[in-house]
C-alpha cells in the first residue's frame, strides 16, 4: 500500500472523472449522471482505503509523496493526511455520491453540472492533503471557477449576482492570501514546504520581525474567514444558499467552506502561533456574534433556504470559537463539528429543495400542513431539524458540546453568551417545522406527494450517519482527539520559542 501513490490517485480520480463525462455525448445524459456517480463512489473506495490503512501509532502525516514541481519557487509536490484531513477528506468523499444523486433532475443538460461538481470534490481533496503551502493555495483559488459556474449557471433568477459576489469576495482573500504567502516564503528562506515552516516556529529558526508575523496571520487570517464564512465576512453565503441549486448550495455549505476552517486550524494556529494567541480574543468574539447574529437573523427570515443559510453561519461560529479557544477540547469538538455540521446541513437542506421543487416556492408563508400529505417527508425533515438544533442523541450535540466546554475554560462569558444560541436554534427550527409541516394543509399542497426511493436514497444514509454519530462518537473522536492534543502542544512550543 506504501508504493501506490494513494493520495494523488484519490484526488486526480474525479478530476479525470470530470473530463470524462464533459466528453460523453449532450443526447447521453443519463450516461454522464451515471458515470458521475459511479466515478464518486470509486473516490468513495480509495477514502475507504485511507482510512482502513492509516496507522494510528505511525507519524503525524501518512501515505507522503513528494516530487519536484517549480525548483525557482521552492515550490514541491508534496501530499499526505493527518488525522484532521483523514475525516474532512472522508466527508467529503462520503457527501458527493449523496449529493449527486440528490440533484439527479436539477439541470436539463447534466453534463457540465455533474462534471463541474466531480471538479470540485477533486480541489477540494487535494486541497486538504497538500503539505505545500503554495500547492494547497494554488487549489484553494481555483476551487473558486468550478463553484462560480454550479452556482450562477445553473441556480435561480439572481443567481449570477450571488456567484458573482461569492467570486469578488473569495477573489479579495485569496489576494490577500497571496501577499501573506510571498512574504511567508521569503521568511522561510524560500521554501513553501508547510512541515519544514512549522519545524522552523517551533525551533525557534523562523526568525522574523513579530509585526511582519502579524501581518501573514493575517493575510491568511482573512481568506480563510471569508470562505468559512466568519462574521462580518459572511454576506455572499445567503445570496448563494437562495439562489443556487440545493445541491450546489449543499456543496458550498457542507463541504467547499470547510476549508475556511480547515485552513484556520492548519496554517493560522502552526504557521503563526504568537500571532493566533495575540489576535485570538478579537476573533472569539467575531465568532460569538456570528453565532447569535445568525441564529437571531435566521429566526426573522421568510425564505425557507435563508434560514438554513443563517444557521451554517451560527454554525460556523461554533467552530471557529473552538479552534481560537485552543483547547484540546474545543478543538476536537471543532473539527468533529465540520464533520457533522456537514451531515445536518446536507440532510437539511436536501429536504427544503426537495419539498421547494415540488411546489416552485422558497417562501415560508406558502406551505403548511405538508405532514398530512407528505408524512415521511415531514417526518426526516423534524430529525435532520432537530440534528441541526444539536438534540441530544444526534451528531452536532456531541461536537457543540466539547467546543463549548473546551471555549469555557478560558473564556467563559464567551461560552455562556454561546450557549445562549442553543435557545435561539430551538425557536428557528421547530418554528419553521411547525409553519412549515403542522396545520391545515393548503389546498395546492393536497397533490403533493412524498418522497420517491431515490431522495430516500440520499436522505436515509444521511439521518443514520447523525444518529449512529451522535449516539456512538467515539471512533471519530478516537481519530481526532490525538491531532487536537498534538496542535495544542505544537502551538504551545511554537508561541513559547
Known sequence: ???????????????????????????????????AVGISMLVLALAGLLLLHFDPTGPQYQFVESHSWI???????????????????????????????????????????VSLMLAVESMMLISLVALDVLLFFVFFEAMLIPMFFLVGRYGGRGAARAALKF?????????????????????????????????????????????VQH????????????????????TWLPGVAAEATPVAAVLMMAVVDKIGTFGMLRYCLQLFPTSAILFRPFVIALAVIAIIYGALVAIGQTDIMRVIAYTSISHFGFIVLGIFAMTGEGQSGATLYMVNHGLATAALF?????????KGSRVIADYGGIQQVAPVLAATFLIAGLGALALPGLAPFISEFLVLIGTFVRYPAAAVLAA???????????????????????????????LRP????????????????????????????????????ELARGAKD
Open 167 to 211: 467570486l469578488l469576495y473569495s477573489l479579495f482573500g485569496g489576494l490577500l492570501m497571496l501577499a501573506a504567502l510571498i512574504g511567508l516564503n521569503l521568511a522561510a528562506g524560500g521554501t513553501f514546504d508547510f512541515r519544514a515552516i512549522v519545524a522552523a516556529v517551533s525551533t525557534g529558526a523562523f526568525g522574523v520581525n513579530p509585526v
Open 1 to 35: 500500500m506504501t508504493q501506490l501513490p494513494l493520495l494523488s490517485v484519490l484526488w486526480l480520480t474525479p478530476l479525470a472523472g470530470a473530463g470524462l463525462v464533459a466528453v460523453v455525448p449532450a443526447s447521453r445524459s443519463r450516461a454522464a449522471k451515471c458515470t
Open 215 to 234: 501581518m501573514l496571520f493575517l493575510g491568511f487570517m482573512v481568506a480563510f474567514a471569508i470562505k468559512a464564512p466568519l462574521w462580518p465576512l459572511h
Open 350 to 358: 436536501l429536504l427544503a429543495g426537495f419539498l421547494v421543487s415540488r
Open 454 to 489: 431515490r431522495e430516500l436514497a440520499v436522505v436515509v444514509p444521511l439521518l443514520a450517519m447523525l444518529v449512529a454519530v451522535g449516539v456512538y462518537p467515539k471512533p471519530l473522536l478516537d481519530v481526532i482527539d490525538p491531532a487536537a492534543g498534538h496542535g495544542i502542544s
Open 420 to 450: 445562549s444560541a442553543l435557545v435561539l436554534s430551538a425557536i428557528y427550527i421547530l418554528w419553521l417545522y411547525q409553519r412549515l409541516m403542522t396545520g391545515p394543509a393548503k389546498e395546492d399542497d393536497a397533490k403533493l406527494h412524498d
Open 71 to 113: 525548483r525557482s519557487f521552492g515550490a514541491r509536490y508534496v501530499v499526505g493526511v493527518d488525522r484532521v484531513a483523514l475525516v474532512l477528506v472522508a466527508l467529503t468523499a462520503v457527501l458527493m455520491p449523496l449529493l449527486l444523486l440528490a440533484g439527479w433532475n436539477d439541470a436539463e443538460r447534466p453534463r457540465g453540472y
